[in-house]
Each structure stands twice: as C-alpha cells, then as structure tokens.
C-alpha cells in the first residue's frame, strides 16, 4: 500500500539505542518501493533557527540559552518541520535526562503543532545498548549503567504513550537487538508504508 497522504513519524529511543541505524535502512527499503521519506533530526533544526535568528553561533551555546528561549525555538521547530513538504521522518529524543529528571522532548507546544501521525519506539537491551555506546567512538554519550538504561527506557515508554493519547498518533516499540538491523528495518518501514 503506499502512501497516499503526507507521514509525519518520530523515530525515538535512548542514545544509542539504533533509532538513526535503523531508520536510515528503513528509509532504504521504502525507496526501493517508490515511498520516499526525509530524515530531519530535531536538534538540528532547532540550532539552525537558533543560529538564522542570531540566537547562538554554535551547537554548545544551545545549552546555555534560557528556558523560554529553548522553548521558544522548539516550537518553532515544530512548526518548521510541520510545514516541510512530503514525508518526513523525526529523529529526536523522546526524554533528556537532566540533573531536574527527565525532560519531555515532545512537550504538549511542540506536539499541538507537530501533529506526528506515528510514534516509533526503538529498543534493545539496557546491555547491549551499553555495549554499543562503548563501542560507537563517533559519538560522545553519557556512560550510564544498564539499571539507568532500563529506567530511562520505561520512562519513554510511558511518555511515548503520552504522546500517542495527546496527539492520535499510533505507538509502535520495535525491538533492535544485536546483529537485528535489518528485522528492525523492516518493522519500522511496516509503520511508514
Ligand atoms: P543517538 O540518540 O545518540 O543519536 P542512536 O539511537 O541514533 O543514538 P545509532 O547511532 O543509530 O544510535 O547506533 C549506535 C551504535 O550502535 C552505532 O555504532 C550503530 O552502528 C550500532 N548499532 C545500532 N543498531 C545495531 C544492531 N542491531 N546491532 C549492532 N549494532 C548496532
Ligand atoms: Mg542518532
């Protein structure tokens, strides 16, 4: 079946998790079928609003903003993505452990004008997720142990559900275990077909 009206689906999942691995070969395996997806990373579109205002000059300076600035570029995030033509893939966090505790990466402001149409969950082993940020050296992420691993997946599970009851949008947790890309791929491009 393809497509026939525009997608909008946020892939989501702790650092390190696959979601970026996955998705691209997800998006693959739709373009051999004539179904074209655009990845936007959320974070990026948020620094180059940031950055076009004259906001921040860097990516580190995002951090130092204050909350309503931060607040005020994700939603415009959102709507700048909403406004994208054609499919559109969001990769994003779906909470941000912070010294406060977690932090929505989806708050209800960026939801009411994102409008996702599905919410894709991916998920592995707090081990092997472990593993992989131990073994992925392009990357610097936080060194956490799998008990915080298994918390902060929980934690976006039940938040992805939140997301899911706000918006209509469809929730699917796709499992990416070792070696399991390409099953995980195809799980995904089920959800986007
Ligand atoms: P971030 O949120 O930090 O961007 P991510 O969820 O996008 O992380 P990836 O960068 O896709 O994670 O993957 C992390 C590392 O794990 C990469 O080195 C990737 O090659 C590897 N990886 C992903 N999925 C698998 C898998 N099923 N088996 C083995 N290695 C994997
Ligand atoms: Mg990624």
């Known amino acids: 079946m393809l497509v026939?009206?525009?997608?909008?689906?946020?892939?989501?999942?702790?650092?390190?998790?696959?979601?970026?691995?996955?998705?691209?070969?997800?998006?693959?395996?739709?373009?051999?079928?004539g179904i074209d997806y655009e990845m936007v990373t959320y974070g990026t579109v948020m620094i180059e609003i940031a950055k076009s205002k004259g906001i921040v000059g860097n990516r580190?300076?995002?951090?130092?903003?204050?909350?309503?600035?931060?607040?005020?570029?994700?939603?415009?995030a959102a709507e700048n993505i909403a406004g994208m033509e054609g499919n559109i893939l969001v990769d994003t966090h779906c909470t941000i452990k912070t010294p406060r505790g977690y932090l929505p990466g989806l708050p209800e402001w960026v939801l009411r004008k994102l409008k996702p149409d599905a919410v894709i969950l991916i998920e592995a082993t707090p081990k092997e997720i472990s593993t992989r940020r131990g073994c992925d050296k392009?990357?610097?992420?936080?060194?956490?142990?799998?008990?915080?691993?298994?918390?902060?997946?929980?934690?976006?599970?039940?938040?992805?559900?939140?997301?899911?009851?706000?918006?209509?949008?469809?929730?699917?947790?796709?499992?990416?275990?070792?070696?399991?890309?390409?099953?995980?791929?195809?799980?995904?491009?089920?959800?986007?077909?």
């Open 138 to 193: 392009s990357r610097s992420r936080d060194d956490e142990s799998v008990e915080w691993i298994a918390l902060h997946q929980e934690m976006n599970r039940n938040i992805s559900a939140a997301y899911s009851v706000f918006t209509g949008a469809t929730v699917k947790v796709i499992q990416n275990p070792q070696g399991k890309i390409e099953e995980a791929a195809e799980a995904m491009a089920e959800v986007l077909r």
């Open 4 to 33: 026939d009206a525009k997608m909008i689906a946020v892939v989501t999942g702790i650092p390190g998790t696959g979601k970026t691995t996955v998705a691209n070969k997800a998006m693959d395996l739709l373009r051999k079928e």
């Open 60 to 76: 580190d300076d995002m951090r130092k903003l204050d909350s309503e600035t931060q607040r005020m570029i994700q939603e415009l």
